[in-house]
């Protein structure tokens, strides 16, 4: 298994455009998380996805924001309207929890992608 | 509310010194895990360790080690004769073990970047 891989790397898009970053996580991963990092700050969690339900998601994500997870495999993650302020790194990560549809074993390590950058212009 | 603090900012050392990445964590939960995570140039996270808070041994692994005081509530990260390799920006982070509404959601310190000149 080649680990979690995010298309695209880069993405630089103008002020209002919506954009959309997808994320492969490791096949046998049930979690899914999204994660924003701004320059010298730590990762910033946005939502989580449970096989292709969506449990919990931040504050931070805005109504602008939408992830989504079908199939419980890929997951994808539209930002409409962008805004300058929209401009970070999105990573994504993967677990593997006790059992399928299991909701144990939350300290499992998370294994992340290699992050999609946005810049909006 | 949870929080890690990571007060270091920014470290240089020399190679082949020691040094002490500290981590404080502030959580109301008695069930938690603690991760140390390092983010090298080329952007990707990676794992390094994982401890439960019901286990406050100390861990080595090669030249790194991990100091756990539930006490303090840290835990701090030692690499025993730096090298330039080791130079990365390191995340010190905390999840709630299971249950509730977090999910395992894991909540990051600043980062302390970490830089030894040859």
């Known amino acids: 298994d080649t680990g979690v891989s995010q298309d695209p790397r880069h993405k630089i898009t103008k002020r209002g455009q919506n954009v959309t970053f997808r994320c492969d996580p490791i096949?046998?991963?049930?979690?899914l998380y999204w994660y924003r990092q701004t320059l010298g700050q730590g990762p910033e969690f946005l939502t989580y996805?449970?096989?292709?339900?969506?449990?919990?998601k931040s504050r931070l994500l805005s109504d602008r924001f939408s992830a989504e997870r079908p199939k419980g495999s890929f997951s994808t993650l539209e930002i409409q309207r962008t805004e300058q302020g929209d401009s970070a790194m999105y990573l994504c990560?993967?677990?593997?929890?006790?059992?399928?549809?299991?909701?144990?074993?939350?300290?499992?390590?998370?294994?992340f992608g290699p992050g999609t950058r946005l810049t909006v212009l | 509310a949870q929080k890690v603090t990571q007060a270091q900012t920014e470290i240089s050392v020399v190679e082949k010194e020691d040094v002490t990445l500290d981590c404080v964590y502030e959580?109301?939960?008695?069930?938690?895990?603690l991760f140390w995570y390092k983010q090298p140039p080329s952007g990707e996270l990676v794992f390094l360790i994982r401890?439960?808070?019901?286990?406050?041994q100390n861990e080595i692994s090669g030249r790194y080690s991990w100091n756990f005081q539930k006490s303090t509530s840290s835990f701090n990260f030692t690499i025993t004769a730096s090298q330039v390799v080791d130079s990365a920006v390191y995340f010190c982070?905390?999840?709630?073990?299971?249950?509730?509404?977090?999910?395992?959601?894991?909540?990051f310190g600043q980062g302390t970047i970490l830089t030894v000149h040859p």
């Open positions: 990560a993967s677990s593997l929890g006790f059992a399928s549809g299991s909701l144990g074993s939350f300290g499992n390590e998370q294994f």
């Open positions: 096949s046998e991963h049930n979690r």
């Open positions: 996805f449970q096989n292709e339900a969506q449990l919990e």
């Open positions: 959580t109301r939960d008695t069930t938690y895990y």
């Open positions: 401890r439960n808070s019901f286990d406050e």
């Open positions: 982070a905390l999840s709630e073990a299971g249950g509730g509404t977090s999910y395992g959601k894991l909540t």
